[in-house]
């Protein structure tokens, strides 16, 4: 049953760095998109999970991505890992404060590790976060045959997976996790973003054999439409 949270609920990311991120701040219009993939992502041939990525150089996915885990959280009652997966930018890391820690491109390089022993706890007790690691981004290719292994590993312990992706034409890792995720959300920016590298972006997701593809439109103040 979904819940709404209580004015005096805790609402900031706590992170090792000391480092906090608003998540309820504008979360309306991410309480509706987590029913929504709630909704979709509930086929058995659907993994639940979303990769939020912008078409360009943005760092609207890192913004994005902890109100969206917050709200599937909140308002669903899922157990949810949010994900820096991005390997260029790698922006909800530093926003957080752990832009140093071994995490997401660790796991990929190295399968042996226990991923649990990586994941960090924010402050709401169901949502939890990996980083985005400490391979460099031009190393992360050479591993990403790991991601399906990884992520499924990832989904027998959380109920949902919210990757926080890149640049769609600039970052080869969040393209590299799209085959492999339930739904890809592209973040244009209202008045900002081109249509033609909107365009690019839609072309070279379903080149990478995206399940699903959605568009979230984002003002220029940074609201979810």
Same mark, same amino acid.
């Given at each position: 049953?979904?819940?709404?949270? @209580?004015?005096?609920?805790?609402?900031?990311?706590?992170?090792?760095?000391?480092?906090?991120?608003?998540?309820?701040?504008?979360?309306?219009?991410?309480?509706?998109?987590?029913?929504?993939?709630?909704? !979709?992502?509930?086929?058995?041939?659907?993994?639940?999970?979303?990769?939020?990525?912008? %078409?360009?150089?943005?760092?609207?996915?890192?913004?994005?991505? %902890?109100?969206?885990?917050?709200?599937?959280?909140? !308002?669903?009652?899922?157990?949810?890992?949010?994900?820096?997966?991005?390997?260029?930018?790698? !922006?909800? @890391?530093?926003?957080?404060?752990?832009?140093?820690?071994?995490?997401?491109?660790?796991?990929?390089?190295?399968?042996?590790?226990?991923?649990?022993?990586?994941?960090?706890?924010?402050?709401?007790?169901?949502?939890?976060?990996?980083?985005?690691?400490?391979?460099?981004?031009?190393?992360?290719?050479?591993?990403?045959?790991?991601?399906?292994?990884?992520?499924?590993?990832?989904?027998?312990?959380?109920?949902?997976?919210?990757?926080?992706?890149?640049?769609?034409?600039? $970052?080869?890792?969040?393209?590299?996790?799209?085959?492999?995720?339930?739904?890809?959300?592209?973040?244009?920016? !209202?008045?900002?973003?081109?249509?033609? $590298?909107? $365009?690019?972006?839609?072309?070279?997701?379903?080149?990478?054999?995206?399940?699903?593809?959605?568009?979230?439109?984002?003002?220029?103040?940074?609201?979810?439409?």
């Amino acid at each position: 049953m979904a819940t709404t949270p @209580s004015a005096d609920r805790q609402t900031q990311w706590w992170s090792p760095g000391g480092t906090a991120v608003s998540a309820e701040q504008g979360a309306a219009p991410y309480r509706r998109l987590a029913l929504q993939l709630q909704h !979709e992502l509930t086929g058995a041939q659907s993994p639940r999970s979303v990769l939020l990525a912008a %078409p360009n150089r943005s760092v609207l996915a890192a913004h994005a991505s %902890p109100s969206l885990a917050f709200c599937l959280a909140e !308002e669903l009652g899922l157990r949810v890992l949010l994900i820096d997966a991005s390997g260029q930018d790698r !922006e909800l @890391s530093r926003a957080l404060g752990c832009e140093h820690r071994p995490g997401y491109s660790d796991l990929l390089a190295q399968a042996s590790q226990d991923p649990a022993a990586l994941v960090l706890p924010t402050s709401h007790p169901a949502v939890h976060f990996l980083p985005a690691g400490t391979v460099p981004a031009a190393a992360m290719g050479r591993h990403q045959d790991a991601i399906p292994v990884l992520l499924a590993h990832a989904l027998q312990a959380h109920d949902f997976l919210v990757l926080s992706g890149g640049s769609v034409l600039h $970052d080869t890792a969040a393209l590299a996790a799209t085959p492999h995720v339930g739904s890809v959300l592209l973040m244009p920016v !209202e008045n900002e973003t081109l249509v033609a $590298d909107l $365009d690019a972006a839609q072309k070279a997701l379903r080149f990478c054999k995206a399940r699903h593809i959605g568009v979230v439109m984002v003002g220029a103040r940074g609201q979810v439409g």
